[in-house]
């Protein structure tokens, strides 16, 4: 089983942009997709990327995703950060037997 | 349209047994490739997949938690139940059903989730 590593935090102010890495511990990032979820408090998660680098309808385009074999991870990168961006953001990825959600990072929009 | 709703008890003491139900409209998981997943998240902490379903009857399992999980489907009344054995109060946590649709990746649907707590 493998396991996604996330920064805890990061902070940016608003029209800025931002990246939050997902770093996956053993077996090769590109052999499954990658996905992205929004997480605000009180309310269930949203998908704003799924795999890799899809956005679902309804989701701005100033949501991006792309992964880097290089570095065997997965990036989320917002552009133009809005104060309603502020939330939690997770990423999942799977293989043949298992779902993996990565410990989450919480995104500061000050 | 598209909905899934949780449901189930709020409160259970440990050692008790937990069933969660979801009920889902807009789909029917008798159609090839669709899935249902439960995955839960404890107050303060990150998202944990428990379990899935496959429309084909293929069941997955998170394998720290497989000894005490059983999912099943029921097409006919568009429901998945969730059982948790021998809960504990770190089971405590919102727990959300969630729906893969055909031909993508990822968890597009979500219940809005129902808050257990394990607590004597």
């Known amino acids: 089983n493998f396991m996604l590593t996330q920064p805890h935090s990061v902070s940016e102010s608003p029209g800025m942009t931002v990246t939050i890495s997902c770093t996956r511990s053993?077996?090769?990032?590109?052999?499954?997709?990658v996905q992205w979820y929004q997480k605000r408090p009180g309310s269930a998660p949203t998908i704003v990327i799924y795999?890799?680098?899809?956005?679902p309808s309804g989701v701005p385009d100033r949501f991006s995703g792309s992964i880097g074999s290089s570095s065997n991870s997965a990036s989320l990168t917002i552009s133009g950060l809005k104060t309603e961006d502020e939330a939690d953001y997770y990423c999942?990825?799977?293989?043949?037997?298992?779902?993996?959600f990565g410990g989450g990072t919480k995104l500061t929009v000050l | 349209q598209i909905t899934l709703k949780e449901s189930g008890p709020t409160l259970v003491k440990p050692t008790q047994t937990l069933t969660l139900t979801c009920t889902f409209s807009?789909?029917?998981?008798?159609?090839?490739?669709?899935?249902v997943a439960w995955i839960r998240q404890p107050p303060g902490k990150a998202l944990e997949w428990l379990a899935l379903?496959?429309?084909?009857?293929?069941?997955r399992s998170s394998p720290s938690l497989k000894s005490r999980l059983t999912i099943t489907k029921d097409t006919s009344k568009n429901q998945v139940v969730l059982t948790m054995t021998n809960m504990d109060p770190v089971d405590t946590a919102t727990y959300y059903c969630?729906?893969?649709?055909?031909?993508?990746?990822?968890?597009?649907?979500w219940g809005q989730g129902t808050l257990v707590t394990v607590s004597s």
């Open positions: 795999e890799d680098n899809q956005r």
């Open positions: 999942q990825s799977y293989d043949t037997s298992n779902q993996v």
């Open positions: 969630a729906h893969r649709p055909e031909q993508r990746q990822g968890w597009h649907y």
């Open positions: 379903i496959y429309w084909d009857d293929d069941k």
């Open positions: 053993s077996g090769n990032i590109a052999s499954n997709y």
């Open positions: 807009g789909f029917s998981l008798s159609t090839s490739g669709l899935s």
